[in-house]
């Protein structure tokens, strides 16, 4: 009987596919019948049912895991042990780092005072040369003083860089360091010579550490003057000039003082105009940039007034996160100098604020400060730092900048003494040049408690960032891809007018613009490599210091040396998070002590290959999108309270229901989620785990007999390696095995290296590394008193630590091997495994001839996917050399986080016989070439016994979407029982296949292929929708980025005539020479604000049309007066739109099959054009197959998947403000010593005149970068 059942389905299958019911008329102008469309249902279902068993051998892939074991996932236990191993990679990091510490305070505790040789040469970064190069590079040349002080200096020392793949292929030598000299440094500076010589010794200790422990990447420790010495050395690349300063980065700035709450006073009376104000808000600009997460402040201006220049940041501090620290320095550019300074309301207005926070424990209940800056007091105000400060025991320290070159000998004296007595530090600043470096002494000054107490070196971990690159040049890559925009539209139109203003040209235009601000498909992530660091401070353990000043004079100091620290990747940890323990649609992260996200899988720090503006500071309830039909940023108190437990570093867990998106946020899935949570101790981070709630509770493992190393010597030394020959490919990201002294091509080579070396005898399977215990519960650095010879002998490196060659990961190594194991048969063609069967379809289809097979079906691509991240594939029939595309398992490697893997185990739970059917979607942002489209099928395998099941593997098949199409149109353009009927051959029908989200996979029509159906047919969607057939889901994205328009002066009055050109022309050489002196400098902190001068327009834009040197062709809007219309076209078609990205929120809806009650809803008969649709379930697939009745008129309702952005009242960063959530404060705090007030040490005036000309020189080079 079964017999007769196959070959009636193999006899079905084979007619269909080329044969049609010749009396179909495709004219007819009759009705189609829904027990057609039934039919045609069941029919094609069933047929790709049947022929999905055989092309992917299911039934062997089942029978190839019954031996496995299932046990339960224990969630408590599994993030338990992950906080385990993530803490002791970082114990390893953190006893690297102690020991770099321990040796630089050694070091220059005994040779900072040595003399440096005249011949003293050290690696420079900057001139280090490149593989292969013969002649050194120097990416921006060192600054020289001016020629009265010129002094020749020794030569840099070079040596050749080769790539190394631990540290990103980037060229390296691993036998020394080199040294990172920012612009605004002179290297030879006294100071800055010294530090550079003493710590040449740390070589060593970053050699010791780097092979005690080979998964340590950049090792570096960055001096309080300004220099950076990394290990491996490298060569330092800038494009176009190097902007970076390791005391502005997260790893200095929150090693080097404790967290800190500030208020910065400015003052905008009318005495503060042109360059004045100018360098005051290059002031403001600067301190900001010195502030991280941990951070609060406030910027305030006042003349008569104090006013905020955020109004809604009124009489409050805001966390110094990179958007909240955007929003101040755009404010900077809004505020006008008049009137005369009230310093006594502002600075009671300041004191006030911070003792409101002090009191209530708020911002960073730590350091505060006020930074005041002004160019000049009445008097000192004593009364009021005796009323707010004094009789607290000063608690707030006041910095002071006094602007301007000629200012009064009275208000030096009263703007130091204000300094002086509240524990601060005076600057005199009279050129924009000096701002940065004397700005960077405040930090010195909050680091004096840390440096005197010398026992703690509170150990800082920083939030997530991106290897060097500069937050602030976001913008400025923006700026530059407009302006070479503008640029090109500009030629485009002189090459051609009218075909640049033709509708179809401008039409194209706007589409691609609209491409450019899409953001989901971020294409280039990988130049971003993101990670956090630890660092620690170093300290100067001198007491006293002598000075020259009316003799040499012994004066006591507490001076920070500088902040010593590692990089870790966030793809180390995210190794050590086992995500094949975790399994399918489950995932782990890390949340801050902020709430903010460390690492996660739907954090998207990028867009077009920049940094979003706020990409370090995603909350944790930005991403883990919880389903209760709440509006944006409308959060639950069940989430906020979740949310507060994880922070707070509790253990616990909880389920929730939750909402995530998939496909570049074009698909969207419901489900329960089971999270376990625990604090990783002596960090700010929690980890978390999210497993799903019904197919997450069980896993799948090999039985315990079957141990790798067990199996290979009972089997005669034959490598595990023998079950992996040919077209199959493993998780790039996982970690197998890694081997520490050897490179790999592939992972797969990796892989096999290790399966070769188990199978020998001797193997044994490495530890995990631990840190060393010669850091373990060590004393302080008391024992520094003096330079004795014990002490001495304590810069030799102590290294006990036995270095490791390789670390496997056993677990995930032994479920790789069984699988490989189990799953070898399938390297068999599909032929000779049909050819073993007794089911007389597989064996039938299975022995077609080839050529027969082809052009019925195709090349099949039949795959499997396994738990441990193991892919297999096969093509049928077999071809050679296909090198049109790369194989399946290149493309799609990664598992069972691909897409088509986690939805073939969703629909398990749909119907367990179903195949997943999808197709590449088709945007406007990336339009799909549907001759060369492919379908792919895929189906999950589960295992399990009589009450628990997990999922084992993924099957499928590919094949081109031509196939599915014919296969299509030949069952629906044929009738069952009927001699005449109505197909979908009739041009008055429209049929389509439309999956569980609303993809097209199947139109008459192929273009449409891919297409949302709501955007081809609004009117039946919204139907659908209305029958509850499609469930909308509101989704936001609350890390999106939205594109502000930029105010600019209407540039068409520039083109009216010749005399005028003259005139701007003149006025812009005459305003030049003047803006050399303060502008550009000026353009510095305007970038450093986010602001940058749109005057790209009004001078650029003549030169651009003549850049191609076309003397013959002559323009009327250049030579003649335009009349309006002219210029309201040329401003329309040709001029675009400055942008600035800013962080926005943006939501859609998007529409996931509803299969409650389906068939109720799905079986409605057709009501004349009121209801003029079928819609069918086809059998055991996720599509539904639609019959639209096209003579009926069409109801254009809009329905779209794009995201458009949430309009709020406020913008993004004063909503935050307004509705601020939970954080932790950090724990170490160190604000007061008793031993402070012995140091005099409390202010300085304005740089030398001498050095003036080194410093604009140094601006000079920026130009090119900032304007």
Known sequence: MCKRVGNSILLLLLLSLDSRDCVASPNNEGKILLNSVQAWAVKLGTELYHFGEFITRKKEVQESFKSAQI??????????????????????????????????????????????????????????????????????????????????????????????????????????????????????????????????????????????????????????????????AMKWRADPVDIYDCRTRAWYMEAAASPKDVVILVDRSGSM???????????????????????????????????????????????????????????LDNFETMEIANFSAALTRAFELLEMYRNNSGGANCNQAIMLVTDGVPYNYKEIFEKYNWKYDTPVRVFTYLIGREVKVA??????????????????????????????????????????????????????????????????????????????????????????????????????????????????????????????????????????????????????????????????????????????????FIVTNNGYILIHPDLRPVFQQILKPSYNSVDMIEVELFDDDRGPRNFSKELTALRKEIIDQKTGNKIMNVK???????????????????????????????????????????????????????????????????????????????????????????????????????????????????????????????????????????????????????????????????????????????????????????????????????????????????????????????????????????????????????????????????????????????????????????????????????????????????????????????????????????????????????????????QFFGKIRPDIMATLIEDDVYKPVHLVDYQAVCFREKKTSNPANVLLTPLENLRLAMAWFLTTTVWFYNSIASGLAQASSYSFEDEFLTTTVPPLLDEEGDDDSEYSYMSKPTTKNAERDFEKLVLINRTRPTPCDREMYLYQLNYNSLNDKLNKPMMNCSRPFYVQLVNYTNMLMVVVNGLCPREEVPISVDPTEVQYNESLPCLKHIHPLYRKQPTSCIRNHTEESNIDMCGRGSLPHKNLWTSLSVLVILRYFYI
């Open 660 to 1010: 995530y998106h998939l496909d570049e946020m074009k698909r969207v899935s419901r489900a329960k989620k089971h999270y376990f949570w625990t604090g990783i101790s002596d960090s700010p981070f929690t980890l978390v785990v999210a497993i799903p709630e019904n197919y997450g509770r069980h896993r799948i493992t090999p039985p315990p007999t079957d141990d790798i190393h067990r199996l290979s010597l009972t089997s005669k030394n034959i490598s595990a390696r023998q079950y992996l020959s040919d077209k199959w490919s493993v998780h790039p990201d996982w970690l197998y095995c890694r081997h520490y002294e050897r490179t790999f091509s592939t992972p797969e080579e990796e892989l096999l290296y290790f399966l070769e070396r188990v199978a020998k005898p001797g193997w044994r399977w490495p530890a995990k590394p631990r840190p060393p215990e010669h850091h373990k519960n060590k004393p302080g650095h008391d024992r520094h008193n003096n330079g004795t010879p014990e002490n001495k002998e304590r810069n030799k490196v102590s290294n006990s630590t036995p270095r490791n060659e390789y670390y496997c990961d056993h677990g995930l190594m032994q479920a790789l091997v069984y699988d490989a194991r189990n799953t070898a048969w399938f390297n068999k063609s599909i032929s000779d495994s049909a050819s073993e069967e007794k089911a007389p379809l597989t064996k039938v289809i299975g022995l077609l001839p080839r050529a027969e097979f082809i052009q019925r079906f195709g090349y099949i691509v039949a795959f499997l996917s396994t738990h441990s991240g193991l892919t297999r594939w096969q093509m049928h029939p077999p071809k050679e050399h296909d090198n049109e595309k790369p194989e399946f398992g290149k493309q799609w490697p990664k598992s069972i986080d691909e897409v088509w893997y986690r939805r073939a185990v969703e629909q398990h739970y749909v119907d367990p016989l179903s195949y997943v059917y999808s197709v590449e979607l088709n945007t406007e942002k990336f339009p799909l070439n549907v001759s060369s489209a492919v379908v792919t099928a895929a189906h999950a395998v589960f295992h399990g016994d009589s009450h628990r099941k997990t999922p084992a593997a993924v099957v499928g098949f590919q094949f081109k979407h031509e196939r599915l199409s014919e296969w299509f149109e030949n069952i629906t353009s044929s009738c069952e029982h009927n001699r005449e009927c109505v197909t979908c051959l009739s041009d008055a029908w429209d049929c389509y296949l439309v999956d569980n989200n609303g993809w097209v996979i199947v139109s008459e029509d192929s273009n449409q292929t891919g």
């Open 71 to 232: 046990e339960s996932r224990d969630g408590e236990k599994l993030v338990q042990s992950m906080s385990d191993d993530i803490r002791a990679m970082m114990e390893l990091k953190i006893s690297a780092v102690k020991r770099i510490v321990e040796a630089a305070e050694n070091m220059a505790f005994d040779k900072q005072n040595e003399p440096v040789p005249e011949d003293f040469q050290f690696y420079n970064s900057k001139e280090m040369e490149e593989p292969y190069d013969e002649l050194t590079i120097t990416t921006t040349p060192e600054t020289d003083f001016a020629l009265e002080n010129w002094i020749a200096r020794p030569p840099t020392k070079n040596a050749y860089l080769y790539q190394n793949p631990h540290f990103s292929n980037i060229p390296v030598n691993i036998n020394f360091s080199s040294v990172h000299v920012p612009t605004n440094v002179y290297a030879w500076a006294p100071e800055v010579i010294k530090g550079i010589h003493w710590s040449e010794g740390l070589d060593t200790h970053f050699i010791n550490n780097y092979q005690s422990d080979p998964t340590l990447s950049w090792q570096y420790f960055g001096s309080s003057t300004g220099f950076m010495r990394h290990y491996p």
């Open 411 to 588: 208000d030096v004296r009263e703007v130091k003494w204000m300094a002086c007595a509240n524990r601060g530090y005076y600057v005199h600043l009279s050129t924009l040049a000096e701002v940065r470096e004397r700005v960077l002494e405040h930090v010195n000054v909050l680091a004096r408690p840390l440096v005197l107490q010398r026992e703690k070196h509170p150990v800082v971990w920083t939030p997530v960032y991106a290897n060097v690159t500069d937050p602030k040049v976001a913008d400025y890559l923006w700026e530059q891809r407009e302006r070479a925009e503008q640029k090109e539209r500009f030629m485009s139109q002189r090459r051609d007018k009218a075909l640049f203003n033709s509708e179809k040209e401008q039409e194209r235009r706007w589409r691609i613009t609209q491409m450019k601000q899409g953001q989901y498909s971020e294409i280039g992530n990988s130049q971003y490599q993101l990670m956090t660091s630890v660092s620690m401070p170093v300290y100067d353990l001198r007491h006293n210091e002598s000075v020259e000043e009316n003799g040499q004079k012994e004066m006591r100091i507490a001076r920070l040396l500088g902040v010593a620290g590692t990089d870790v990747p966030l793809s180390e940890i995210q190794a050590l998070m086992t995500p094949y323990k975790i399994g399918v649609n489950g995932y782990a």
């Open 273 to 331: 105009t042109g360059q004045r104000r100018d360098i005051a808000k290059h002031v403001v600009t600067n301190i900001l940039d010195t502030l991280g997460n941990n951070d609060f402040v406030n910027v305030m201006t006042f003349a008569d007034t104090v006013e905020e220049i955020v109004p809604c940041f009124e009489d409050s501090l805001v966390q110094a996160t990179l958007g909240n620290l955007r929003e101040l320095k755009l404010g």
